[in-house]
């Protein structure tokens, strides 16, 4: 692989998502303001900032001799048409949990690989829906408990204990709910040049 290959996020779950494909990455943060635009989409915002995140390290990369790939992403949840946002105390938390039950949500995130040789970006988009399953007061109380999602979007996280709030999940990529889609992130790393599969040999 002669383009090194970045990672524009510190989210500490994309970079374990990541290195589920390659070690050979680094990391970067990207210096974007995230403020949605007005009348802006929730599909427009994380296409818009995905490419921004990518494009915002790319920037700083411009004297890498053999180029690079830099790797931009961003997730917003969606319930009922409104972008969730965290809630930071138990009893929000409990508010959402319990409006989600029986209901779904659907996931919306951007994936942007910009090229700093030909400063070309590719973004996608990709949709990810949790249906959840009819939730007891009981198990939500304990599940906040337990978990404490006050940091969390939706107030939920679903790479651990809130897997078991749900009664099935709905999409392409597993890892997309989490926020990274890798299946569409390797097509198109392949796409600019590398192949992560054929890496090393």
Not at 162 to 181: A, K, M, V, Y
């Amino acid at each position: 692989m002669s383009k090194s290959l970045w990672l524009a996020s510190t989210s500490i779950y994309r970079r374990a998502l990541l290195e589920k494909l390659t070690t050979q990455f680094q990391i970067a943060k990207p210096e974007v303001d995230e403020t949605p635009l007005n009348s802006e989409t929730a599909e427009q915002l994380v296409l818009r900032l995905s490419a921004a995140k990518a494009q915002a390290v790319a920037m700083q990369l411009t004297s890498a001799a053999d180029g690079a790939l830099v790797i931009g992403s961003d997730q917003v949840a969606v319930f009922n048409g409104q972008i969730l946002g965290k809630p930071h105390t138990e009893e929000r938390a409990f508010a959402q949990l319990r409006s989600f039950s029986g209901q779904e949500i659907q996931f919306l995130t951007g994936l942007s690989v910009t090229d700093t040789l030909t400063n070309r970006t590719e973004t996608i988009l990709d949709r990810f829906i949790v249906h959840f399953r009819e939730l007891t007061d009981a198990e939500i109380h304990s599940y906040i408990k337990r978990e404490q999602p006050l940091n969390c979007a939706g107030s939920f996280k679903s790479e651990g204990l809130g897997i078991t709030l749900f009664e099935r999940l709905e999409g392409d990529d597993p890892n997309s709910l989490i926020g990274l889609p890798l299946i569409k992130l390797h097509a198109m790393l392949k796409r600019a040049g590398v192949d992560l599969l054929l890496q090393g040999i």
